[in-house]
């Protein structure tokens, strides 16, 4: 950070390199040296936001004055100009926040499953179809995706109906609905809850199989009801009204 080293690399090495083996060889958790290396990451800009834009409109003034070339590549001073504003763009973030940004869809899809299926303590065997045909795997289906829809679309409904409550603005049934069957998700809790009310392995397993099949199936769901009712609203709102004299 003083000398200005600004670069996720340099970081990484030393951090996973150093750090976080000396943790790991230590007999230390390994989490602590992945907390205090987030806290040496840069967390300032290298430029200021009015020197950004001013620098921004100069080099995108130039790029249009630049004389194009024909066919589909660009010309020479303008490559030069975007690899600026690349530069600029790069030195107008922060070091932490692209390093977040970066690995937030590697931790949100891959890491973050991977992980609480693994520390989930379930091992899939035997007869799938079976095990969800029991009348624990049912009640936990019917709690997770009908329980949730109804407590959340279902009362929403009955609110809005007496006037107690409205929809936000630009919020559809259909939206809310999905978000219902999104609710239906259920991992930590659920589990814990498991172990709680069952003291039969077999039991516990059945029920964690059921809500890990059910999390998936009201995942799906929700998300395709969110997508279709977000594309036909979406449509709906660019068609432009027509008024009664034709224009």
């Not at 990484?12 to 987030?38: E, K, M």
């Not at 007869?127 to 795997?137: A, E, F, G, K």
């Not at 936990?140 to 006037?163: D, E, P, R, T, Y």
């Not at 603005?169 to 069957?181: I, N």
Request: a positive charge; hydrophobic letters at 50%; aromatic letters at 12%.
């Amino acid at each position: 950070n003083y000398f200005g080293v600004r670069r996720a690399w340099f970081y990484f090495i030393i951090g996973i390199g150093g750090v976080w083996l000396a943790f790991f060889f230590s007999g230390v958790h390994p989490t602590v040296a992945g907390i205090l290396i987030a806290f040496t990451i840069p967390g300032k800009v290298k430029i200021k936001e009015q020197d950004y834009l001013k620098n921004l409109t100069i080099l995108h003034r130039k790029f249009i004055e630049t004389t194009p070339i024909k066919g589909s590549f660009i010309s020479e001073s303008q490559l030069e100009i975007l690899e600026k504003i690349k530069s600029k763009t790069n030195d107008a973030e922060t070091p932490l926040q692209k390093l977040e940004h970066g690995l937030s869809p590697i931790v949100g899809f891959f890491i973050l499953p991977v992980f609480a299926l693994v520390n989930a303590g379930i091992h899939i065997h035997g007869d799938i179809l079976n095990t969800l045909s029991q009348q624990i795997s049912l009640g936990i289906m019917a709690g997770l995706i009908v329980g949730k829809f109804i407590g959340i679309a279902g009362f929403s409904w009955i609110l809005v109906k007496l006037n107690i409550a409205q929809l936000g603005e630009g919020v559809t049934w259909g939206q809310l609905c999905g978000v219902a069957l999104i609710a239906g998700i259920g991992f930590t809790m659920s589990f814990f809850i498991t172990d709680l009310a069952f003291q039969s392995e077999e039991l516990r397993y059945i029920a964690k199989l059921s809500i890990l099949i059910t999390s998936i199936l009201a995942g799906i769901s929700g998300s395709l009801m969110l997508w279709v009712s977000s594309r036909s609203s979406s449509q709906y709102h660019s068609v432009k009204p027509i008024h009664k004299n034709g224009f």
